[in-house]
Structures are given as structure tokens and as C-alpha cells.
């Protein structure tokens, strides 16, 4: 009964590769978020989705591509995967007010 | 730079003693919310406090908001080894945005 989940929750990976994350959130929220935290734990919003509409797209580079088939989901492909792409990445989804968000697990990306 | 940092950074107590986590911003704020983060795991919503509030109370928690100082501040009373986490502030912009700018976290470790 997992409200956000992400798989998967790890993913080693070499650069160069292209891989995908997805998001699941059973809340019946309208706006789903992707952050991405570095070592040092700081969390930065990379992308905001509202009812499938791309609302928020931070200085991320353009090898990450979000898609959100539909409301309760929002995938993140990353295309030529680089070192400094390893990091933990979030999903979150927040209700019409957009005030409290609910976080996913994580998932842990390491790229070799 | 980031909207919001944490101070301090780590923070080390003994259980049953009080801790207090301050964070400041630099711009203005529709509201403020507070995270906890447990290793390894996704953040969880602590509690809102919205820039017309200047006190709020949730169980053991307090928080309090300065609009002309920047500024919130996050106590813990009668803290318990449950509450090592790091412990993150979030700002929302003004009405209609999407998007929370989070702090740089305070590492809390209570000790049994």
C-alpha cells in the first residue's frame, strides 16, 4: 500500500548507458515531482508535472527526459549516463494545493 | 544559490534533551515546511507553517517563523534515539508555484 513507489531501488550502471526510473503514486494527486540528491544531501527539483503538463524544468541536461503518461505516474529516462549523474533521485506528488508533497524511497544510482 | 540552509549542520544530543534546528532564506515565502529524512529512506512532511503564522505546534515538535528576519527554527523537545535523522526546511514561493526549494539539512543524532 506503498503510497509514492519507485523502481527500481538501486541501479549500477556504466556511462554511456540510458536507463529509466519509475514513479507510481496511488494518492490521486494532481502534481508529481523529480529531485535528484547529491552526496552531500542537498536535494535540488529537477522536474514538476501538474495533470501531465510539464510546469517546472530546472537547468537539468537535456540527456534527462521526463514522461508522465498519466497522473499517477512520472518516468525519468536519462540518456548517456555520466558520473556526476550518480545520486539518489526522489519522486514526490503533492495535492491540488501543491503544499505537502510525499516522498517515494529512492532510488540509488551509481554509475561506473 | 539555494533558498535555504540549515544550521547547524550536525547536531549531537542525549536523549531526553531538547534540539533546535534553524533555517534561513533569502526571499519572500508563501510558506515554510519541515522534512525528516531517515538514512536511506525517502523525506517525510513534518509540518507547514505559512509566512502570515509565527508559532506552530505538532506533539513534541515546534516551530517558529520570522518574515522579517528570513528565518524558522525547529524544536524537538524531549528528543528520542526515533528522532536521529536529518531534518530539512523547505521553502514555497508565492501563490501558484510549484516549486519548494530545500535547505542543506541538519544531521540530528540522538544518543540512548
Known amino acids: 500500500d506503498t503510497a509514492v513507489s519507485q523502481t527500481p531501488k538501486y541501479l549500477v550502471t556504466q556511462m554511456g548507458n540510458d536507463k529509466s526510473i519509475k514513479c507510481e503514486q496511488n494518492?490521486?494527486?494532481?502534481?508529481m515531482y523529480w529531485y535528484k540528491q547529491d552526496s552531500k544531501k542537498f536535494l535540488k527539483i529537477m522536474f514538476s508535472?501538474?495533470?501531465?503538463?510539464?510546469?517546472i524544468n530546472e537547468t537539468v541536461p537535456n540527456r534527462f527526459s521526463p514522461k508522465s503518461p498519466d497522473k499517477a505516474h512520472l518516468n525519468l529516462h536519462i540518456n548517456s549516463l555520466e558520473l556526476g549523474d550518480s545520486a539518489v533521485y526522489f519522486c514526490?506528488?503533492?495535492?491540488?494545493?501543491?503544499?505537502?508533497?510525499?516522498f517515494g524511497p529512492g532510488t540509488r544510482l551509481l554509475v561506473l | 544559490s539555494q533558498q535555504g540552509e540549515e544550521d547547524p549542520q550536525a547536531l549531537s544530543i542525549q536523549e531526553g534533551e531538547n534540539a533546535t534546528m534553524n533555517c534561513s532564506y533569502k526571499t519572500s515565502i508563501n510558506n515554510l515546511q519541515w522534512y525528516r529524512q531517515n538514512s536511506g529512506r525517502g523525506l517525510v512532511h513534518l509540518i507547514l507553517i505559512r509566512s502570515n503564522e509565527r508559532e506552530k505546534h505538532s506533539g513534541r515538535l515546534r516551530v517558529t517563523l520570522d518574515t522579517s528576519k528570513k528565518s524558522s527554527s525547529l524544536l524537538i523537545t524531549a528528543s528520542r534515539a526515533a528522532d536521529t535523522a536529518s531534518y530539512f526546511c523547505a521553502t514555497g514561493g508565492t501563490s501558484g508555484t510549484y516549486k519548494y526549494i530545500f535547505g542543506t539539512g541538519t544531521r540530528l543524532k540522538v544518543l540512548a
Open positions: 514526490a506528488s503533492s495535492d491540488y494545493d501543491q503544499e505537502t508533497q510525499y
Open positions: 508535472y501538474n495533470n501531465k503538463e510539464l510546469i
Open positions: 494518492l490521486g494527486h494532481d502534481t
